[in-house]
């Protein structure tokens, strides 16, 4: 079903795919937030789905993208963002631009900015999957990058039952876990998962550690990939 913001009206109208339901409508409401029109469609119906679908073949998970595209430019959309990370590192992303005549973001486009800039990152993701296409794509760009990562699906599906930020900290211990990275070295940590941005703020302010979580640079760089089409 096609979830919708309440935004009327925007120069950016962007088409949001994500695993689950949940997933999409955060990244909606986000763009809501930055008052662009959104529109978005989920490729699964829970998080356990989601992490099977991505065992698929690229081709396949491609083709399943490429339909729920074609759902959302017939909305009217103008740009594209894959609001998931593990869903971004399973598929053929240069097949699926080389198919589309409207510029896609995804959370990888961020990241791969932050090699270099740091040597030795954290993750927090959903799933052990997308830990390890992250740390590829940082390794691609600097061969000299340390990756401690972790995936936990719990914590997607905790959220998704709407337990409160502070509950999924305590009941995970991330607040401990910021600590034990902290004191193995690790420069900043990635919130690799989009469900994360949940409790962002409030694991800010708990940890002594620069974290990053992508959604606001994802914005920028599609308000600037269309209008460098629009020039």
Same mark, same amino acid.
């Given at each position: 079903?096609?979830?919708?913001? *309440?935004?009327?009206?925007?120069?950016? !109208? +962007?088409?949001?795919?994500a &695993?689950t339901?949940?997933?999409?409508? /955060? &990244?909606?409401s /986000?763009?809501? &937030?930055?008052?662009? *029109?959104?529109?978005?469609?989920?490729?699964? $119906?829970?998080p356990?789905?989601?992490? @099977?679908?991505?065992?698929?073949?690229?081709?396949?998970?491609?083709?399943?993208?490429?339909? =729920?595209? &074609?759902?959302l430019?017939?909305?009217?959309? #103008?740009?594209l963002?894959?609001?998931? #990370?593990?869903?971004s590192?399973?598929?053929?992303?240069?097949?699926?631009?080389?198919?589309?005549?409207?510029?896609?973001?995804?959370?990888? $486009?961020?990241?791969a900015?932050l090699?270099?800039?740091?040597?030795? /990152? @954290?993750?927090?993701?959903? #799933?052990?999957?997308?830990?390890a #296409?992250?740390? =590829?794509?940082?390794?691609?760009?600097?061969?000299?990058?340390? !990756?401690?990562? !972790?995936?936990?699906?719990?914590i997607v599906?905790?959220?998704?039952? @709407?337990y409160?930020?502070?509950?999924?900290?305590?009941?995970?211990?991330?607040v401990?876990?910021?600590?034990?990275?902290r004191m193995? @070295?690790?420069?900043?940590?990635?919130?690799?998962?989009?469900? /994360?941005?949940?409790?962002?703020?409030?694991?800010?302010?708990?940890?002594?550690?620069?974290?990053?979580?992508?959604?606001?640079?994802?914005?920028?760089?599609?308000?600037n990939? +269309?209008?460098?089409?629009?020039?």
């Amino acid at each position: 079903m096609l979830i919708r913001n *309440r935004i009327a009206a925007s120069e950016l !109208v +962007v088409g949001v795919i994500a &695993g689950t339901p949940i997933d999409t409508r /955060f &990244g909606v409401s /986000f763009l809501e &937030g930055k008052q662009i *029109r959104a529109y978005g469609l989920s490729i699964s $119906d829970t998080p356990q789905e989601q992490t @099977g679908m991505q065992a698929l073949n690229r081709e396949a998970l491609t083709e399943l993208v490429l339909l =729920r595209i &074609g759902e959302l430019l017939a909305a009217g959309v #103008n740009a594209l963002m894959i609001y998931c #990370n593990s869903l971004s590192g399973a598929l053929d992303l240069e097949a699926l631009r080389a198919r589309l005549a409207v510029p896609l973001i995804t959370p990888l $486009d961020v990241y791969a900015e932050l090699a270099g800039r740091y040597r030795k /990152f @954290g993750l927090l993701a959903a #799933n052990c999957q997308s830990c390890a #296409n992250i740390e =590829r794509l940082l390794l691609e760009r600097d061969s000299q990058a340390k !990756v401690i990562g !972790v995936g936990n699906l719990q914590i997607v599906e905790d959220i998704e039952k @709407g337990y409160a930020p502070a509950a999924i900290l305590r009941d995970h211990a991330l607040v401990e876990l910021g600590a034990s990275l902290r004191m193995s @070295g690790v420069e900043i940590l990635i919130l690799a998962c989009t469900h /994360f941005h949940y409790f962002y703020r409030e694991l800010q302010g708990q940890i002594c550690l620069e974290i990053f979580e992508p959604s606001e640079q994802m914005v920028v760089r599609l308000e600037n990939a +269309v209008l460098r089409r629009a020039a």
